[in-house]
């Protein structure tokens, strides 16, 4: 089948991924195989831009490995490698590098926030990460980049790089790509506040078993108005009810929503409800990430494989860049 076109995205190796990246991003790559050539990139070089110690990052990297192969990534067809693998980047972050204003890294929302967060570890290479980024889009001439919301900056920011190449260097040899923005709700932590995130330890591992899970789901936080038992609560403002709407039946989740309202089910058995429900709909992809976790060798062969053919795609695109740039 004719494919739209070439879709590239990049993973932070943070480890097992969780829900909020499951439903987030993960899901949606799955997906997107169907309609596009499609390259993923697991990001360890932006990783280091606030990873201090790297004790862990060969073990998350693999980690994020399993988790995007065992929910459904097709290394067939797919480009699925690790960014450092493919050196152009460095080589192309650099070249960019030249034609971004140094104002508008140090403007961007995304730096101020990584700042704030951590005023003692502002690196040069923290402020390059979209730089980094842009590199990563363009090496690979993409049509369409799927990220959240939240990376929409640095998508624009991406599109701007490269129309100052082209118009710095009088040449067209690098595309600007398109954003494609996922349509998940914000899938909240086990606190019901804050965005699912594995640096607040409010996350759920996708690859948990089926006990961790339930211990994960008993600890969310539901409807704060809700007290005792005896209480109604509002499902409304429940986040156990809003992945309910996800992972449970439909004439289940009306139940719950009617059941709760007026005190007839209670948050400890809806929650249970909901681990068996999630567990089941995980099932599949755990027993497949099992698999793979048994043949490490296969796991890393899929990568090397990954590395060679997105080294080939780069290649290319930095002869025509070295020429667009007349270096010697
Ligand atoms: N910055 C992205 C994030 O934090 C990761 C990333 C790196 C990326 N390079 C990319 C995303 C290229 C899309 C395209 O999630």
Not at 225 to 231: A, E, L, N, V, Y
Not at 233 to 248: A, E, Q
């Amino acid at each position: 089948m004719a494919k739209k076109g070439r879709v590239f995205s990049g993973i932070r190796p943070t480890g097992r991924a969780h829900l909020g990246n499951y439903l987030g991003a993960i899901q949606n790559y799955v997906a997107l195989q169907d309609e596009y050539e499609c390259i993923y990139c697991i990001v360890d070089l932006h990783a280091l831009t606030t990873v201090e110690d790297t004790i862990n990052l060969r073990q998350n990297t693999y980690e994020m490995a399993l988790d995007l192969l065992a929910a459904g990534i097709r290394p067939e067809e797919t480009i699925l490698f690790v960014q450092s693998h493919v050196p152009q980047v460095t080589e192309l972050h650099t070249i960019l590098s030249m034609v971004t204003p140094l104002g508008k890294l140090t403007d961007l929302p995304t730096f101020k926030e990584k700042v704030r967060q951590n005023p003692n570890n502002v690196n040069y290479g923290l402020v390059g990460y979209p730089v980094l980024m842009s590199a990563d889009i363009a090496l690979y001439k993409t049509d369409v980049v799927p990220v959240g919301i939240d990376q929409a900056p640095h998508l624009e920011f991406a599109r701007e790089t490269v129309r100052s190449f082209n118009y710095r260097y009088n040449t067209n040899v690098l595309k600007e790509a398109a954003m494609k923005t996922t349509e998940v709700p914000k899938v909240l932590g086990i606190d019901g506040k804050e965005k699912m995130s594995k640096s607040l330890d409010n996350h759920i591992e996708i690859a948990a078993t089926p006990e961790e899970t339930l211990q994960r789901v008993m600890m969310m936080v539901t409807d704060p108005q809700r007290i005792r038992r005896q209480d109604p609560g509002n499902p409304d403002v429940c986040n156990v009810f809003s992945l309910h709407k996800i992972f449970t039946p439909k004439e289940d989740v009306e139940m719950i929503n009617v059941e709760c309202r007026r005190a007839g089910i209670g948050c400890v058995d809806c929650k249970k409800r909901f681990a068996a429900n999630l567990n089941k709909a995980l099932e599949p992809f755990r027993t497949r990430r099992a698999e793979l976790a048994s043949q490490p060798d296969r796991v890393m062969a899929i990568l090397e494989d990954g590395a060679r053919r997105a080294r080939a795609i780069a290649e290319e695109t930095m002869k025509e860049v070295r020429a667009a740039v007349q270096l010697p």
